[in-house]
């Protein structure tokens, strides 16, 4: 069981914009600690896609975003594309349990 | 570019040790960054096994350190994994990741070793 909660999917059209949820505790988002997401196309290693809540690294469309609010974090991808089919997780740093700390992850489907 | 390649047998038998190399190449393993091992049972998610800085200082996950042992070879620009007392739960994907300095974030990744554990 993930201390950090996704939904496990979701689905959009090409174009579409669709947002994914992760849901701390005061120990972890709560907290203050930066929240990162990472993308894991199928069969291949996660790659870091947006780090310290808002910020992506050279080379990630602009067309990813993170945000971070409370004890929750998001990621939005708009203008969704095929390629963009993968699992997203979310990760953070919990200071309870004195250890890094992933999502669930979630699915993501363009229909 | 910093690069990671994770190394070892993919299959270890109940009660065994696993244990991996991760070869650092673009970068040194000296640098203000932390190194990192995480692992991914088959269809879940991922999970955190825990980190070495390069004057050997480690973190572990609390639900793995009794059986974990991470440890740094600076000479060969690489660091490793034990994880002792295996069973089936262990059997996963083994990643190695940096940990980029001055934040929480894991910016890059090996490509990823599976590890079986059956007899």
């Known amino acids: 069981q993930s201390v950090l909660t996704q939904p496990p999917s979701v689905s959009g059209a090409p174009g579409q914009r669709v947002t994914i949820s992760c849901s701390g505790s005061?120990?972890?988002?709560?907290?203050?600690?930066?929240v990162h997401w990472l993308q894991q196309l199928p069969g291949t290693a996660p790659k870091r896609l947006i780090y310290?809540?808002?910020n992506r690294p050279s080379g990630v469309p602009d067309r990813f975003s993170g945000s971070k609010s409370g004890t929750s974090a998001s990621l939005a991808i708009t203008g969704l594309q095929a390629e963009d089919e993968a699992d997203y997780y979310c990760?953070?740093?919990?200071?309870?349990?004195?250890?890094?700390?992933f999502g669930s992850g979630t699915k993501v489907t363009v229909l | 570019q910093v690069q990671l390649q994770e190394s070892g047998p993919g299959l270890v038998k109940p009660s065994g040790t696993l244990s991996l190399t991760c070869a650092v190449s673009?970068?040194?393993?000296?640098?203000?960054?932390?190194w990192n091992w995480v692992r991914q049972s088959p269809g879940k998610g991922l999970e955190w096994i825990g980190q070495?800085?390069?004057?050997?200082?480690?973190n572990y996950n609390p639900s793995l350190s009794s059986r974990v042992t991470i440890s740094v070879d600076k000479s060969k620009n690489q660091f490793s994994l034990r994880l002792s007392s295996v069973t089936a739960a262990d059997t996963a994907v083994y990643y190695c990741?940096?940990?980029?300095?001055?934040?929480?974030?894991?910016?890059?990744w090996g490509q990823g070793t599976l590890v079986t554990v059956s007899s």
């Open positions: 990741a940096r940990q980029q300095s001055a934040t929480t974030s894991l910016d890059y």
């Open positions: 673009g970068g040194s393993i000296s640098s203000s960054d932390w």
């Open positions: 070495i800085y390069h004057t050997g200082s480690t």
């Open positions: 005061s120990s972890n988002i709560g907290a203050g600690h930066d």
């Open positions: 310290n809540n808002n």
């Open positions: 990760q953070s740093y919990d200071s309870s349990l004195s250890a890094y700390v």
